[in-house]
């Protein structure tokens, strides 16, 4: 069955350096996928999708890699900014086409420290 | 349109008694989800509603669980005869029918069932 991967430990970093976060996926072959963010009490909120034919994307200080040989995304933030801690979850899509919904990983905690 | 909005934000619950939680989409989203999450997971795919049409119901909901979209506008969960096991984050979010702007996710209902 499909499976995602996101590395249950927190990720501890310094204010200032770039926050490196990966996601895995098995026996999958999606046509995108999604990164969201969510903080302690609230629901997650949408950052960057990302298509199986684009190798990168970007937004503002945001990068996102999809490599569909490793099946892995990985997903940075530069300059990281304490207001940047939070939990960060990628998505992908299941089921049949036109009827798909979004699969979750257990996301990733990052701490960035001042 | 101020965006997803869910009711109540918390909910404390004996054991046995039956819950119904609300949600109000965006308005010009055709799609409507529910999810569950657990403390340190990521958040798991319960249902989802194109309009009206409930189109997919994931095998974690029991036969305790039912949604509803009358008219294709809000959506009710109600959940029967709780037990300490539904205890959770219930989370609703909508979408356009293709879903390549993200989901957008309202803060979440949290039931404690004692």
């Known amino acids: 069955s499909q499976k995602i991967e996101q590395n249950s430990e927190a990720l501890n970093i310094q204010e200032g350096k770039t926050a490196t976060l990966t996601c895995n996926y098995t026996?999958?072959?999606?046509?995108?996928l999604q990164w969201y963010r969510q903080d302690p009490g609230r629901g997650p909120v949408f950052l960057l999708l990302i298509r199986e034919n684009e190798k990168e994307k970007r937004k503002e200080r945001l990068k996102v890699t999809f490599d569909t040989t490793l099946k892995q995304s990985l997903f940075h933030i530069t300059a990281s900014q304490p207001a940047d801690s939070a939990t960060y979850l990628c998505?992908?899509?299941?089921?049949?086409?036109?009827?798909?919904?979004?699969?979750f990983g257990t996301g990733t905690r990052l701490l960035v420290s001042p | 349109d101020t965006g997803v909005s869910q009711d109540p934000r918390h909910k404390i619950t004996k054991r046995g008694q039956n819950v119904t939680f609300r949600c109000d989409p965006i308005s010009e989203h055709n799609r409507l989800y529910w999810y569950r999450q657990t403390l340190g997971q990521g958040p798991e795919f319960l249902t989802y509603f194109q309009n009206e049409a409930q189109l997919e119901k994931s095998r974690l909901l029991s036969d305790r669980f039912s949604a509803e979209r009358p008219k294709g506008s809000f959506s009710t969960l109600e959940i029967q005869r709780t037990e300490q096991g539904d205890s959770a984050m219930y989370l609703c979010?909508?979408?356009?029918?293709?879903?390549?702007?993200?989901?957008?996710f309202g803060s979440g209902t949290r039931l404690t069932v004692v």
């Open positions: 998505a992908l899509p299941f089921g049949v086409t036109g009827f798909q919904k979004l699969v």
């Open positions: 026996n999958y072959s999606p046509a995108y």
């Open positions: 979010a909508s979408s356009l029918w293709d879903s390549l702007h993200g989901y957008t």
